[in-house]
């Protein structure tokens, strides 16, 4: 690649469990970034039936570091499980490749339903709460200092708004905002207002 992608911002999107393969043509938030000239918008593909590691493996060799050191800068957003997926790293310090990383309605203490498809689906497993993968997850936020942003749904079933999407770090880490939004779980990556919040926080952040 040419270094003047110095000059353009890249944004990854990491879908949740099921992958939701139209999220990227009607989520409004996409919609707009890709309406800007000067940013990248991918969709990083999500495998519910592997683990979080493999899923964070296949993450960081699709988009290694020295791919997303020639942008300007770096987002990462994920929903659900796939807000998990780049705290479950082993390929060095997250600081490194993304600028800010926006989790919508992901499971940082655990969905209370994941223990039913925990049998065939690992990442299922993965998510009860409670689980190692998740207090693995925990230490890595607790290192990590780069922005982070939290979009709850306060009518998610799937991850309750406030008892499962917060963690511990939200309240030890300067740099981390979490917004509630009245929508559902599915609700989180097609809600304007979603889209609305999110963009004021950019700039915010990337003024």
């Keep these: ?80 499980m796939g807000g998990l ?37 690992k990442s299922a497993e993965e998510m009860v709460p409670g689980s190692v993968a998740l207090d693995s997850i925990s230490r890595i936020l607790n290192s990590v200092k780069l922005p982070l942003l939290s979009v709850t749904g306060t009518f998610d079933s799937i991850v309750p708004d406030g008892r499962f999407s917060e963690s511990d770090f939200f309240y030890s880490r300067a740099d981390v905002t979490e917004i509630k939004i009245p929508t559902t779980h599915v609700g989180l990556i097609y809600s304007k207002k979603v889209a609305d919040h999110i963009f004021e926080w950019l700039e915010d952040k990337w003024k």
Excluded: C
């Design 85 to 121: 997926v780049p705290f479950n790293n082993k390929w060095g310090d997250l600081t490194n490749g993304y600028d800010g990383v926006i989790a919508l309605g992901s499971p940082f203490k655990g969905a209370p339903g994941a223990k039913l498809g925990s049998w065939f689906s």
């Design 1 to 80: 690649m040419e270094r003047r992608l110095k000059m353009d911002n890249l944004v990854v999107f990491g879908p949740g469990w099921g992958g939701q393969p139209s999220s990227v043509l009607l989520n409004p938030l996409l919609g707009r970034f890709k309406g800007l000239a000067d940013t990248k918008v991918v969709k990083y593909p999500s495998n519910g039936l592997k683990g979080l590691r493999e899923a964070n493996d296949a993450l960081w060799k699709q988009f290694p570091h020295e791919i997303l050191n020639q942008y300007r800068r770096t987002l990462y957003i994920g929903h659900s």
